[in-house]
């Protein structure tokens, strides 16, 4: 007797799944984020960041920023890994489409959730590049509405469209296209655990290379502070460039991969085993 075929998950049975996938993955995660943040803002290598921090701070300092980052899990990553599937379905972008047609899916859900998410992105990495003491969510939050307004929840919203294109676009484009090569060349089905973890390791290394400067002017344009040193996207990026040279871009690449391939790991291996669990079919 053949199994019943499993159904394609609606929009929001799969943009829920992402985000429970996405919250639980950025609680492995979050340290090597706040490393990176830190490399990006200070200029200081991997050592001399992670041994700072935890001789000034403590290894809580770590976790800083970790509220904000479920918050922005739950909105941008949610709608960036979970609507990807019925997105790309709905271009018909299916297994013998163009790779452009997985990219454009995963570009479109990318960038709608950062808009949604940015202001958690915002307040993610103020609280990250913050070697002081912490202080309460609502005095961050009334403290930067006073000085930055409710334009400063959107600072850097055209990098961060941008990245998330980007990011999506690699992220789940890549993962796609690895997944009909491996299953190809191996017989292992679509959802076989092997198959999700060997195309998630690709993908998250693609993603790196790509995404990396556009993380970098985010990062800058988003810890402005109360002074407002860029004008916009292509002044951060000149003046980034100027300063400290194009190679700058790329600067934090080991702890940026460092997150990338763990976390689109965990995020992809996470919301497989939901698909599978509630009967849907996997991406």
Same mark, same amino acid.
């Given at each position: 007797m053949s199994e019943a075929p499993l159904k394609s998950? #609606?929009?929001? *049975?799969?943009?829920?799944? =992402?985000?429970? /996938?996405? !919250?639980?993955t950025v609680n492995f995660?979050?340290?090597?984020?706040?490393?990176? #943040?830190?490399? *990006?803002?200070?200029?200081? =290598?991997?050592? /001399?960041? !992670?041994?700072?921090?935890f001789k000034n701070e403590g290894p809580g300092a770590f976790y800083k920023g970790i509220v904000w980052a479920w918050g922005r899990e739950g909105s941008y990553a949610s709608?960036?890994?979970?609507?990807?599937a019925p997105v790309r379905d709905a271009?018909?972008?299916?297994?013998?489409?163009?790779?452009?047609?997985?990219?454009l899916a995963g570009a479109i859900t990318g960038g709608v959730g950062?808009?949604?998410?940015?202001?958690?992105?915002v307040l993610?990495?103020?609280?990250?590049?913050?070697?002081?003491?912490?202080?309460?969510?609502?005095?961050?939050?009334?403290?930067?509405?006073?000085?930055?307004?409710?334009?400063?929840?959107y600072r850097g919203i055209s990098a961060n469209i941008m990245r998330a294109c980007v990011l999506n676009a690699t992220k789940m484009g890549v993962y796609d296209i690895a997944k009909g090569v491996v299953t190809e060349n191996t017989g292992w089905s679509r959802k076989d655990l092997r198959t999700t973890f060997c195309s998630s390791m690709v993908s998250g290394f693609a993603m790196t290379c790509t995404v990396s400067p556009f993380d970098r002017i985010?990062?800058?344009?988003?810890?402005?502070?109360?002074?407002?040193?860029?004008?916009?996207?292509?002044?951060?990026a000149l003046s980034l460039a100027k300063n400290d040279g194009i190679t700058s871009f790329w600067r934090g690449f080991i702890p940026i991969w460092a997150r990338f391939a763990p976390t689109a790991t965990i995020q992809l291996v996470t919301i497989e085993f939901l698909y599978g669990f509630f009967g849907l079919k996997s991406i």
């Amino acid at each position: 007797m053949s199994e019943a075929p499993l159904k394609s998950p #609606t929009l929001i *049975q799969s943009i829920a799944l =992402g985000g429970a /996938s996405c !919250v639980f993955t950025v609680n492995f995660t979050h340290p090597i984020e706040t490393v990176k #943040t830190r490399m *990006q803002v200070s200029g200081d =290598g991997l050592v /001399s960041v !992670v041994s700072n921090t935890f001789k000034n701070e403590g290894p809580g300092a770590f976790y800083k920023g970790i509220v904000w980052a479920w918050g922005r899990e739950g909105s941008y990553a949610s709608i960036k890994l979970g609507a990807y599937a019925p997105v790309r379905d709905a271009l018909g972008a299916g297994k013998e489409s163009p790779f452009y047609m997985k990219f454009l899916a995963g570009a479109i859900t990318g960038g709608v959730g950062s808009i949604v998410g940015n202001p958690f992105d915002v307040l993610k990495t103020m609280a990250q590049a913050n070697t002081g003491s912490s202080k309460s969510l609502t005095a961050v939050v009334g403290d930067f509405y006073a000085t930055a307004g409710i334009a400063g929840f959107y600072r850097g919203i055209s990098a961060n469209i941008m990245r998330a294109c980007v990011l999506n676009a690699t992220k789940m484009g890549v993962y796609d296209i690895a997944k009909g090569v491996v299953t190809e060349n191996t017989g292992w089905s679509r959802k076989d655990l092997r198959t999700t973890f060997c195309s998630s390791m690709v993908s998250g290394f693609a993603m790196t290379c790509t995404v990396s400067p556009f993380d970098r002017i985010r990062t800058a344009l988003m810890n402005q502070g109360d002074k407002k040193m860029y004008s916009g996207f292509v002044d951060c990026a000149l003046s980034l460039a100027k300063n400290d040279g194009i190679t700058s871009f790329w600067r934090g690449f080991i702890p940026i991969w460092a997150r990338f391939a763990p976390t689109a790991t965990i995020q992809l291996v996470t919301i497989e085993f939901l698909y599978g669990f509630f009967g849907l079919k996997s991406i």
